[in-house]
């Protein structure tokens, strides 16, 4: 029998949140795309809190829309709840989140990608990865899914999520598989290691969900939406869904007790799992064990969707037998009566580290060959789509002969999230935090547009509106800014005016009513771009710093080892790293001032 085989210039494999992303954006720059998913009922699936955004992730999710991704659009279209999270704090804290209707959100997702042209989207399961030697380095040739059947192209990005050889735990119970209902990936973990890749493991867990009919709302607070609520994408103008509430209950002393009494049946404790899970999303049975002068934990009682009854406990997160399970939930307030629809389970899968990745998200160990998402390390919708997103334009990139398109941590949270994965690898599961941006007060959700869309135009990967959009919101900028560094109220220009904390774009339109011409959105760039100033100014002398050395590129071939004079820690770790430029050098954890001195007289051949 003749093989099968079909022939494109970008396959992408899994469509999660990465994968669909991906494929998205390599088919927006044209290459013949294909995009392979185990099942697509479950394209775009949130395997655990129907939500998008959040502090950080929420500022990702704009980024990702700034520079034409799906995401944005897709919980605008579906959402349930909207929140601008620290509202009260300054405007780089400001971050936007939401409910999503879970499976609204996967049709839309899904449906924006077969509408894609140049995107073949199919449910295969892939099996291995195929590659030729060329001048000593693999390369990637496709990738051959059950059946035998090949797709050969000379780029692939690898999503696959938490599927990569998983384990599902619920108390002593093991079952092979990773998200719950689906099966696992064993072909793939293979094929890496063949390839040369290092895997780890790392472990995740998620709550049970329950049944609304099944809730004393009495006992809770509700938590409802905001009153004018802020779309994530900048071509969204107003939000028109119907708003859900959340509503909050608690744990207590009594249901902290029973985790305790049982602690020796959840995997985490019993020794069942030993990889490391996500510090800052921890289990219920963590907390306890943790936070032992905490007598209560607070719990977020989620609605999934429109058209189920289904409630995600958020916060409760647990890999518990289901008899404790059944026992905790009858102690919670408001919960006495809970319908268990699904149990909380945790999930252990292989990752590679991902110090084995150029900035590009290509691996440095087969040529063509791109990762993106919770294959990575990381955790988090957002993360994912935002690695997707590059990987995709990258993959595309390398297909034109062009090079890869790499943002910068003063540019982008996208550009902190994949500096932070290869230049430091991770040693627990990554999640994006406002503290890891050294520049936040550049990177806040607001402005987005401002620094992404232009890029982004320059690449061919926005479309016309949303060009169109962007330049008419930057041109009442600039004619807000003239107006006001030219117009006085009492002598003083309206610029210094407006620098005031207590002043109001409302007080500047009364003394200059062409100003009312200004969107919302255009006064609020120009408010923060003027409050802001001094800040900004200071923060880009350190970035003016940083690119100095950015531009002091290390050529990839360049042999480590000959850093004969250098430490030996030092050697070996940016042997293993291979900075692509000194400022990425320097920020590879131990490695000193004098380090980078000696490895700039090597680069500029004065050793
Ligand atoms: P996924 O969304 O997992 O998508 C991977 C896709 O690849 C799937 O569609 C799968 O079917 C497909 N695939 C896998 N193998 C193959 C193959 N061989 N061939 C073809 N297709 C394949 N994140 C948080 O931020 N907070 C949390 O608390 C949290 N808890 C979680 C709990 C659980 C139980 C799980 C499973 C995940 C949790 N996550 C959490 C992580 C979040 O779901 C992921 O970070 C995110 O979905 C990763 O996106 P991804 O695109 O990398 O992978």
Redesign the pocket.
Known sequence: MSEIRYQYDVVV????????EAALAAARLGAKTAL????LD????????PAIGGIA?GQIVREIDAMGGVMGQAIDATGIQFRLLNRRKGPAMHSPRAQADKKAYQWWVKLAVEDQENLDLRQ????DLLTEEVDGKQRIVGVS?HGGVVFAAPRVVL??????S?I?HVGETKTPG???G?G??S??SAALKRLGFRLDRFK???PARINYNSIDFDQTELQPGDDEPQPFSFLTEKLSGEQMPCHITYTNEKVHDLIRDNLHRAPMYSGEIDSRG?RY?PSIEDKVVRFTDKDRHQLFLEPEGHNTREVYVNGI?TSLPRDVQDEMFKLIPGLERAQIMRYG???E?DYCPPDQLWPSLQTKEVAGLYF?????G????????A??LMAGINAALEGRGEEPLVLGREQAYIGVLIDDLVTCGVDE?Y?MFTSRAEHRLMLRQDNADRRLTPLAQDRGLITPERWQAFSAKQQQIDTALQTLQSKRHQGTLLSDWLRRPDSSWEQMCEWAPTLCDASAEAALQVTYDLRYEGYIARQQVEVERQKRLSYKRIPESFDFSRLTQMRNEAREKLGRIRPTTVAQAERISGITPSDIALLLVYLDGRM
């Not at 993106?372 to 990575?376: E, F, L, P, S, Y």
């Open positions: 494999v899994g469509a999660g949140h990465a994968g669909t392979l998913t185990t099942n479950t394209v775009a699936q949130m395997s655990c809190n992730k295969e399961i892939v099996s899914v999503t696959t999520g938490t599927f990569l998983a599902m990773g998200r719950g689906e696992t990936s072909g793939i995740t867990g998620t996500p999303c997160s389970y945790a999930v899968y993106a998402g919770q294959i990575n990381t955790t988090g919708y957002e993360e994912a789509g690695q997707g599961p999640r």
